[in-house]
Nanobody, 122 residues
Framework: QVHLVESGGGLVQPGGSLRLSCDVSGSIFRIYAMGWYRQVPGKERELVATVRSGGSTNYADSVKGRFTVSRENAKNTVYLQMNSLKPEDTAVYYC????????????????WGKGTLVTVSS
């Protein structure tokens, strides 16, 4: 079993900042990429940012320069620092990790958290 638990969501005014965290636990052999996606009602889930095990990152164009994704491998934790937030950033943010489990160490599987709501509003 693998568990991803997000925290840090909430209500923030436009221009404000929030920091999301995602703790990964369970029967883990190796964590490859980790990252964040978001979804608003009626729309598909979209990539926000990812970070590979080696540290390389990838961002959606809409968040470049405002959001920073990072990971702490020793703690199996991924973060998303969100600055200069806009109302259009309002969404449920989901943590994602591509993980090889102890039961199947030869290949990775995508795991998801349950999501945390970020609301940007005055």
């Amino acid at each position: 079993q693998v568990h991803l638990v997000e925290s840090g969501g909430g209500l923030v005014q436009p221009g404000g900042s929030l920091r999301l965290s995602c703790d990964v636990s369970g029967s883990i052999f190796r964590i490859y990429a980790m990252g964040w996606y978001r979804q608003v009602p009626g729309k598909e889930r979209e990539l926000v940012a990812t970070v590979r095990s080696g540290g390389s990152t990838n961002y959606a164009d809409s968040v470049k320069g405002r959001f920073t994704v990072s990971r702490e491998n020793a703690k199996n934790t991924v973060y998303l620092q969100m600055n200069s937030l806009k109302p259009e950033d309002t969404a449920v943010y989901y943590c994602n990790a591509y993980i090889a489990t102890m039961a199947n160490p030869s290949y990775g599987v995508n795991f998801w958290g349950k999501g945390t709501l970020v609301t940007v509003s005055s």
